[in-house]
T-cell receptor
Framework: EPEVTQTPSHQVTQMGQEVILRCVPISNHLYFYWYRQILGQKVEFLVSFYNNEISEKSEIFDDQFSVERPDGSNFTLKIRSTKLEDSAMYFC???????????FGQGTRLTVV | DAKTTQPNSMESNEEEPVHLPCNHSTISGTDYIHWYRQLPSQGPEYVIHGLTSNVNNRMASLAIAEDRKSSTLILHRATLRDAAVYYC??????????FGPGTRLSVLP
């Protein structure tokens, strides 16, 4: 069964460093998302991406964050200068069309120290 | 904020059916009703979704009220592996999914 793959599974970084979280969505999917979940809290939307541009973003997705689909298969989330409060699980998701189901990856646990 | 209301927690015995309710009184005509679940330390997993008619798949059934203001996810025979947080989410034309706190389902052996 096709799946969304995220790497790395766990990343530890120092405050102020840049991190790039990588995702490989399912190959024929057109809509891509990033979510995060701080330990013990709700899953929160960050950004959605369609047709090579951001279609929607939340208040969390400020200038420190950026997304890219560099080569037609990978979908990346970059945090330019990490803060302690960026520590969370980050989930990538993709869906084939509007109103189809979304598939989520297993997540990257980001720990900022 | 999430536009659905679910009980915080529910319990079920193993091998018995489970009915997880969801209220969505402000649903619009083009909102699909999606259900996802999240097992401990894992990403959300798709369970089922529908628009107006009841839906069945290998994991569950979705019963949608005639006025669409509520729905029920039915697990026909709960197993220990079904212990998870279940999210009922309204979604429209590719918009992002808004997760609420969901229902934490405990399955007792």
């Amino acid at each position: 069964e096709p799946e969304v793959t995220q790497t790395p599974s766990h990343q530890v970084t120092q405050m102020g460093q840049e991190v790039i979280l990588r995702c490989v969505p399912i190959s024929n999917h057109l809509y891509f998302y990033w979510y995060r979940q701080i330990l013990g809290q709700k899953v929160e939307f960050l950004v959605s991406f369609y047709n090579n541009e951001i279609s929607e973003k939340s208040e969390i997705f400020d200038d420190q964050f950026s997304v890219e689909r560099p080569d037609g298969s990978n979908f990346t989330l970059k945090i330019r200068s990490t803060k302690l409060e960026d520590s969370a699980m980050y989930f990538c998701a993709s869906r084939e069309r509007v109103n189809t189901e979304a598939f989520f990856g297993q997540g990257t646990r980001l720990t900022v120290v | 904020d999430a536009k659905t209301t679910q009980p915080n927690s529910m319990e079920s015995n193993e091998e018995e059916p489970v009915h997880l309710p969801c209220n969505h009184s402000t649903i619009s005509g083009t909102d699909y009703i999606h259900w996802y679940r999240q097992l401990p330390s894992q990403g959300p997993e798709y369970v089922i979704h529908g628009l107006t008619s009841n839906v069945n798949n290998r994991m569950a059934s979705l019963a949608i009220a005639e006025d669409r203001k509520s729905s029920t996810l039915i697990l026909h025979r709960a197993t220990l592996r079904d212990a998870a947080v279940y999210y009922c989410i309204l979604n429209n034309y590719g918009q992002n999914f808004v997760f609420g706190p969901g229902t934490r389902l405990s399955v007792l052996p």
